[in-house]
């Protein structure tokens, strides 16, 4: 079965840390992988893809994602972390014309 | 540039009244539209999903129904709420092509009573 997990439901981080969230995917064939952030009583919002090239993908608000194809992972990154990237983030493959979405993970920043 | 809508915003209704949630996009022709259903401000959920006018799949049975009746709408509906309908209503849409993004709208909270 095709699937995402987020095996962390959530993640502390002092600001200016850096921080990591974790994504594994399982996929047959090339994997289309996307991460999104969601803040409280909004709409997900697009950072960053993977498609083919370079695994290391940069995205929107100095994040990144690196594409690790022998151990089935798109982790989440960024050097240093802001109080307002405090926000739920969801990892995605594509299947056909949806989108899976693993189960969120709670990022929190503290001063 | 593309745009996504949704309304309303928020809405309280008590059980078994009907529903009906619309989200249009603007800027696009023939995309890929999705209902997901958010609970407890967490997992996404895709109710349901369709590549053309009057086209709706179905991911999961339950009390509501989809329709488009144009390019660009896609409706979210119920004949009689239930309780456990309550939750967050996302429309996202993308174009019809391999690696395409999916966006979000800003999203409905749906209260039911």
């Known amino acids: 079965a095709q699937s995402v997990a987020q095996p962390e439901d959530q993640v502390n981080v002092a600001e200016g840390n850096p921080l990591t969230v974790k994504c594994t995917y399982s996929?047959?064939?090339?994997?289309?992988l996307f991460w999104y952030v969601q803040y409280p009583n909004r709409g997900l919002q697009f950072l960053l893809k993977?498609?083919?090239?370079?695994?290391l993908v940069k995205g929107s608000y100095g994040f990144e994602a690196e594409f690790n194809k022998s151990q089935t992972s798109f982790h989440l990154k960024k050097p240093s972390a802001l109080v307002s990237d405090s926000a739920l983030y969801f990892c995605?493959?594509?299947?056909?014309?949806?989108?899976?979405f693993g189960t969120g993970t709670r990022l929190q920043v503290f001063p | 540039s593309q745009t996504i809508h949704q309304w309303p915003a928020t809405l309280v209704q008590p059980v078994g009244s009907p529903l009906s949630l619309e989200c249009t996009v603007e800027?696009?022709?023939?995309?890929?539209l999705y209902w997901y259903r958010q609970a407890a401000g967490r997992g996404l959920q895709l109710l349901f999903y369709?590549?053309?006018?009057?086209?709706i799949s179905s991911e999961v049975p339950q009390n509501l129904s989809a329709s488009r009746p144009q390019d660009r709408q896609f409706i979210l509906s119920s004949k009689k709420l239930l309780l456990s309908d309550s939750g967050f209503y996302l429309c996202?849409?993308?174009?019809?092509?391999?690696?395409?993004?999916?966006?979000f709208g800003p999203g409905t909270r749906l209260l039911v009573l």
């Open positions: 996202a849409w993308t174009r019809d092509t391999t690696g395409e993004t999916q966006y």
């Open positions: 996929v047959s064939g090339n994997p289309y």
């Open positions: 993977y498609i083919t090239g370079d695994n």
């Open positions: 995605a493959v594509r299947v056909q014309v949806k989108l899976i």
């Open positions: 800027g696009t022709s023939n995309p890929n």
């Open positions: 369709s590549v053309g006018i009057g086209q």
